[in-house]
């Protein structure tokens, strides 16, 4: 086995071992915090129960179980959408947020920025295998919103090219469940 195939096993041994850990600081189970994890990323068309099943591989009902518990706990709220009466957008509350605090992402966040190299690179790297990964398993991609093959940018602002609708500067760095990648551009001799 490649070498870099057994770090990613170690690492994510070692980060399912913290959302264990934060979960049960808070008298959770690990997948509601890593539901409230997502919530804190998502855009507005992914703030939904479907795309929480999508980005996590698991069932409607075990999703539902999760927010009843989260809801119960004023963790999170349910909000309609404007436009679409039936959809309800899940909100975190202030508690919510503060589950969050010091979290592992917090800490991985922290020793990525203690790195001596340019994470750029790394980020790129792991994007483009992930992107292979889900591919091979048949999920959808999820992205960061900026990074999307629909993402325009015009004199008045950002839009997304799926929708026709304008992003707000905040939703533009948010995961997406409709991310599509970017199609990459031919090189050029100079
Ligand atoms: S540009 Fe892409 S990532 Fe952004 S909202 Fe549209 S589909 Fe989603």
Same mark, same amino acid.
């Given at each position: 086995?490649?070498?870099?195939?057994?770090?990613?096993?170690?690492?994510?041994?070692?980060?399912?071992?913290?959302?264990?850990?934060?979960?049960?600081?808070?008298?959770?189970?690990?997948?509601?915090?890593?539901?409230?994890?997502?919530?804190?990323?998502?855009?507005?068309?992914?703030?939904?129960?479907?795309?929480?099943?999508?980005?996590?591989?698991?069932?409607?009902?075990?999703?539902?179980?999760?927010?009843?518990?989260?809801?119960?706990?004023?963790? =999170?709220?349910? %909000? /309609?959408? &404007?436009?679409?009466?039936?959809?309800?957008?899940?909100?975190?509350?202030? *508690?919510? #947020?503060?589950?969050?605090?010091?979290?592992?992402?917090?800490?991985?966040?922290?020793?990525?920025?203690?790195?001596?190299?340019?994470?750029?690179?790394?980020?790129?790297?792991?994007?483009?295998?992930?992107?292979?990964?889900?591919?091979?398993?048949?999920?959808?991609?999820?992205?960061?919103?900026?990074?999307?093959?629909?993402?325009?940018?015009?004199?008045?602002?950002?839009?997304?090219? =799926?929708?026709? %609708? /304008?992003? &707000?500067?905040?939703?533009?760095?948010?995961?997406?469940?409709?991310?599509? *990648?970017? #199609?990459?551009?031919?090189?050029?001799?100079?």
């Amino acid at each position: 086995m490649n070498t870099v195939s057994l770090l990613i096993e170690r690492l994510g041994a070692l980060i399912q071992q913290s959302v264990r850990e934060d979960a049960a600081r808070h008298g959770l189970l690990p997948i509601h915090i890593q539901i409230l994890h997502y919530l804190a990323q998502a855009n507005r068309y992914s703030d939904l129960p479907i795309a929480i099943a999508d980005y996590f591989g698991i069932t409607r009902g075990t999703v539902s179980q999760s927010l009843a518990v989260l809801e119960r706990k004023e963790l =999170l709220i349910k %909000e /309609p959408d &404007a436009r679409h009466g039936k959809r309800l957008h899940l909100k975190l509350t202030p *508690a919510g #947020i503060a589950v969050l605090d010091q979290s592992w992402a917090e800490r991985v966040e922290q020793a990525l920025q203690a790195q001596p190299h340019d994470t750029a690179m790394l980020d790129e790297t792991l994007r483009s295998l992930l992107t292979a990964l889900q591919r091979l398993n048949g999920q959808r991609a999820f992205g960061v919103c900026r990074q999307c093959a629909h993402f325009l940018i015009e004199k008045d602002g950002a839009r997304c090219g =799926l929708t026709g %609708e /304008p992003l &707000a500067t905040e939703q533009t760095v948010r995961l997406c469940r409709e991310w599509t *990648a970017p #199609i990459p551009q031919p090189l050029h001799d100079v």
